[in-house]
């Protein structure tokens, strides 16, 4: 089957709505040329739709027009390579999403290990930010945990009593085995960071005191460290060196 036929059968299967890449199309090194012609093709044919460079969707027919791929859909090739999640929303969408702050940003921040450039996908401005930890499916929910507790002073528009309520709430609904892998990536964290999370899991009154001792002997006791949240809020900050 020629390169075109076979491109153009591949994306006959794909769902409107679904973004693609070359990669997805079962492209190899030497038929990479010709498919970047048929791809330029199929666009100028409106048979296809470039979102960014080597990055497509088809669109999806409505009564109100043509609809291109949603939010998360057009994140995707920067979340995941392949099936491999890669990287994760962080910053203030990560925030909103948690329910700690109202405010919805107009650009997304993605934590991974590989540093990579701004971009654009579609309407929305993409920054990249290092993450902590290697990201992987299982635990990319606990490190949005950890950088919640990482910034919490600078979240904007944040009630940090409900804050810390909702955030205690999650870690509540984490499993026992959860919670000890919270603990081992938070080793990785900023001291402010292994700070509060051993002091919201000590108020939780979790069985794992290994992991207790563990984060405290992992602070310096000389060192204090500022959240921002009245002892009243906390009321065992202090035992954990937070001002």
Known sequence: MKVAAKIKSKINRIQPGRIFKYSDLGVSGNEYGAAVKTLSRLVKEKAVKRLST????????????ELGPNEREQLRPYLFNGRKRIAYVTGAALFNKLSLTTQVPKDIDLASRAKRPVSKVGNIKVRFVKSYADVNNKNYNLLGILDALKDFKRIPDLNKE?????????IAELTDSEKKDLVKYALGYPPRARAFLGALLESLKIEQREALVTLKQSLNPLSSYSIGVAQDVLPNSKSWFIE
């Open 54 to 65: 080597g990055v497509f969707y088809k669109s999806k027919a409505t009564v109100f027009g």
């Open 162 to 170: 409900s804050a810390i309520k909702r955030i205690k709430a999650i």
